[in-house]
């Protein structure tokens, strides 16, 4: 096994937002890899959460709590004593981000910050992962990838509040972290991830999952946006291996920001994505309806992977085509009666076949 996989056995590690989407496949990974896993989120916020499909409450130390809430983000942290932070909990759907915009930039901002100050009270952490998103910059709808240095910004308060959390990281790091010692921490900007288990609201996968299950249509509102879609393996495994650098030492890498985008044939429209996946399910038919008043969404969305490439030696390992397949045999083999459990290890066990 690589060395990277390794490196988390017996260590503590603490993730924010591990009942969500992404801190689900990430719990679960890490305890496969025997780290000693805390996570501090809110409870599912919807039925048939990846999180309770893999029963991860009784598997973790599971801390239902809110990231605004300082003062027991600290205590938590200081009592879990992690030596690896990552940090994923977020209000992550630009949608709602319209309808409840200070929810929004309460919990992206404030909550991240809040965390950062945790950190500065806990002497036990040495590698911080800080997951913001590709929507943190300002979006010209260019035809190239967003390298790490463009320009901030955002025009929805979803996109907003994660390119306000990469100037609260910002300052953290110059102020309090840039000399601390056996300390590292970096901030990451991963595309739109899809894979087994989602079954948040308002995401086109988990739409169509629904779609499938009770045999109708799926509607899709912006069918032309092109997206980075990526399977969630890829962008983790991106955070395992900045975290394993972190850790040994952050040198020239510390308090930097890193893309982990999928391969450039993966930029594809939501309409790719929707004709890939219902391929499995024949009955699901495509509706497309533009509603006039819908809120702006970036059409055009890329970035590029080349410093991550480059200074990690990280690549993603899977195209477009594989991830789609991925994401649609998890659902399947589910839906066919097999164990999400069971499902989402044998995932991980080839993916990590692959890149080791
Ligand atoms: N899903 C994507 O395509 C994508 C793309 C780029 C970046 N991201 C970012 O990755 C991270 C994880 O995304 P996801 O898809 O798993 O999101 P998700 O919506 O599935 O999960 C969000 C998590 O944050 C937690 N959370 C929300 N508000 C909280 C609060 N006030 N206090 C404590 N916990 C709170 C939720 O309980 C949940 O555990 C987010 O920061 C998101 O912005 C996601």
Redesign the pocket.
């Given at each position: 096994m690589s060395a990277v996989f390794d490196l988390f056995q017996g260590k503590s590690v603490f993730i924010?937002?591990?009942?969500?989407?992404?801190?689900?496949w990430l719990a679960f990974w890490m305890k496969q890899l025997g780290a000693n896993v805390t996570g501090?989120?809110?409870?599912?916020?919807h039925e048939n959460a990846l999180?309770d499909a893999l029963q991860l409450e009784g598997d973790i130390n599971h801390i239902v709590?809110?990231?605004?809430?300082a003062q027991r983000l600290e205590e938590e942290m200081q009592k879990a004593k992690p030596d690896f932070v990552f940090?994923?909990?977020?209000?992550?759907?630009i949608r709602k981000s319209y309808a409840e915009p200070l929810l929004t930039f309460?919990?992206?901002v404030m909550?991240s910050a809040n965390l950062l100050n945790a950190i500065r009270t806990c002497p036990s952490a040495r590698a911080l992962v800080y997951?913001?998103?590709?929507?943190c910059y300002f979006n010209k709808e260019l035809n190239r990838g967003y390298h790490e240095d463009d320009l901030l910004g955002g025009s929805d308060p979803?996109s907003g509040s994660?390119a306000c959390a990469e100037l609260v990281f910002q300052s953290y790091y110059l102020s309090y972290f840039k000399d601390r010692e056996n300390f590292g921490c970096a901030s990451t900007?991963?595309?739109?991830?899809?894979g087994g288990g989602?079954r948040?609201h308002d995401?086109i996968v988990p739409d169509i999952i629904r779609a499938a299950e009770r045999g109708e249509a799926v509607t899709l509102r912006h069918p032309d946006a092109t997206r980075p879609w990526q399977h969630v393996l890829d962008p983790l495994y991106g955070y395992m291996v900045l975290a394993a650098r972190l850790y040994d030492g952050p040198d020239e890498i510390n308090g930097q920001g890193w893309n982990f985008g999928p391969p450039d044939s993966s930029m594809r429209t939501v309409l790719d994505l929707t004709q890939g996946l219902t391929k499995m399910w024949e009955s699901v038919e495509i509706n497309i309806d533009r509603p006039e008043d819908a809120p702006h969404e970036a059409t055009l969305l890329h970035l590029s992977i080349e410093k991550a490439k480059g200074a990690l030696g990280w690549s993603p390992h899977y195209e477009f085509d594989q991830a789609v397949e991925k994401t649609g045999a998890w659902y399947k083999a589910v839906m066919d009666g097999k164990a999400p459990k069971d499902m989402t290890a044998a995932q991980i066990q080839d993916y990590m076949d692959g890149v080791s």
């Open positions: 924010t937002g591990h009942t969500g989407f992404k801190g689900s501090y989120a809110l409870a599912p916020d999180f709590a809110d990231i605004r809430d940090h994923l909990a977020a209000q992550a759907l309460d919990t992206n909550g997951i913001t998103s590709d929507k979803y994660k900007r991963a595309g739109n991830v899809i989602d948040s995401r």
